[in-house]
């Protein structure tokens, strides 16, 4: 299948810093993106679909400066979550369908980043 | 209403067991129909998708889809230790998938 692949794994910061999370999509080009986010038992909440070449569309309520999305290139996508506070603490994954808006599409998901904000 | 309803769980069946795992939606535009594992501290990984009424078999696992009744079911045969894990059943209308919350199922030797 598809390979996904997501760094770092994890990362720790001291509040107030900037992290930035990559998403790649290795053997194949994802026009679109998608990140999660996904607290302690909970389920992934869908945070923004990202777009390459052009803006990312953000879901209700998340702050799309606080979670800057950059989608430059067909196999690369970065989440950088700025000014980090505790709150923030979270696993974050990232996933692309194999055939850019097939709805028919299954997600290949990255392995995730836990950050942690001190 | 919320767009996917799974019961939370744990499901406890013994090793070599049925598992059944089920799953409600609200969105009767939705196309395709998702159930995905996802062990603890891991990304999700598919475990198999639906799109037609009907059952669909692969290995171990059947998927049953409900479109009337508006739910999905994954039942798991012969049930191991390692399919111990939270089972999360997603949907998507356009391309966009919209996820449950999971069931936690454990499986007891």
């Known amino acids: 299948g598809a390979v996904v692949s997501q760094h770092p794994s994890r990362v720790i910061c001291k509040s107030g810093t900037s992290v930035k999370i990559e998403c790649r999509s290795l053997d194949f080009q994802a026009t679109t993106m998608f990140w999660y986010r996904q607290f302690p038992k909970q389920s992934l909440m869908l945070m923004a679909t990202s777009n390459e070449g052009s803006k990312a569309t953000y879901e209700q309520g998340v702050e799309k400066d606080k979670f800057l999305i950059n989608h430059a290139s067909l196999t690369l996508s970065t989440l950088t979550v700025t000014s980090a506070h505790p709150e923030d603490s979270s696993f974050y994954i990232c996933?692309?369908?194999?055939?850019?808006?097939?709805?028919?599409?299954?997600?290949?998901f990255g392995p995730g980043t836990r950050l942690t904000v001190l | 209403q919320k767009e996917v309803e799974q019961n939370s769980g744990p499901l406890s069946v013994p090793e070599g067991a049925i598992a059944s795992l089920n799953c409600t939606y609200s969105?009767?535009?939705?196309?395709?129909f998702f159930w995905y594992r996802q062990y603890s501290g891991k990304s999700p990984e598919l475990i198999m998708f639906?799109?037609?009424?009907g059952d669909k078999e692969d290995g171990r696992f059947t998927a049953q889809l409900n479109k009337a009744s508006q739910y999905v079911s994954l039942l798991i045969r012969d049930s191991q230790p390692s399919d111990s894990a939270t089972y999360l059943c997603a949907f998507s209308r356009s391309y966009i998938p919209t996820f449950g919350r999971g069931t936690s199922l454990i499986v007891h030797p």
């Open positions: 996933s692309a369908p194999t055939a850019g808006g097939n709805p028919y599409n299954e997600q290949f």
């Open positions: 969105d009767r535009g939705s196309q395709s």
């Open positions: 639906i799109y037609s009424n």
